[in-house]
């Protein structure tokens, strides 16, 4: 189990693993795009953070391979920090996505998944800490939330799509959205997975 004191070299590395991903959901939130070099500026961005968070997945992983003993089971530790890697692969692709189809004005939908990812990161950060301090009672009220946040993105999508294709005439353009909507959404369903293996490492440990 983690330790209550200084925190070990996993809490260590899983701490830095949700920083980062805070800091890229941030990011998406808070960037203004407006032009094709602003869209390709934000491209270079998310992946400059997701490099980071592939740095970070080699680093732990390394350090899985050299440790016999974890304070919790290997298997655990990797599939937290993978699907936490999952969603930044995902906010990588749908960047990808916006630039590949030159989207230089977000949809308010597109804005309202970025800052339900924000929010979710934000929960994975608090459920991380909590664990890093042992403190496994409090972690279940932030992979509900996480849970709850999925099916508001599930709820969205449908609006989404709904609205794209009572509104939009081009068939080219309906196809590009919906495609930049379902990975969105596709980010959120990785935040869900974060939550069951929390609970599953609660449930383990408890």
Known sequence: MFSKGKKDKFSELLLSITSNLQETTYFCVEKSI????????????VKEFESTGDELIQKITKELNQTFITPIDREDIL??????????DGIEHTAALLEMYSVTSMTDQMKKFFRINHQCATEISEAITLLSLKKLQSIPIHSSALKEREANSDN?????????FATEKNPIKIIQY?????????????????????????????
């Open 34 to 45: 407006s032009n094709h070099h602003e869209l390709q500026l934000f491209l270079e961005n």
């Open 79 to 88: 599939q937290l920090a993978l699907h936490i890697d999952d969603i930044l």
């Open 156 to 164: 969205l999508l449908r609006t989404a799509l709904k609205n794209l």
């Open 178 to 206: 919906k495609d930049i909507y379902e990975s969105l959404e596709g980010i959120v369903d990785s935040c869900r997975k974060v939550a069951n293996t929390l609970d599953s490492i609660v449930m383990k440990n408890a």
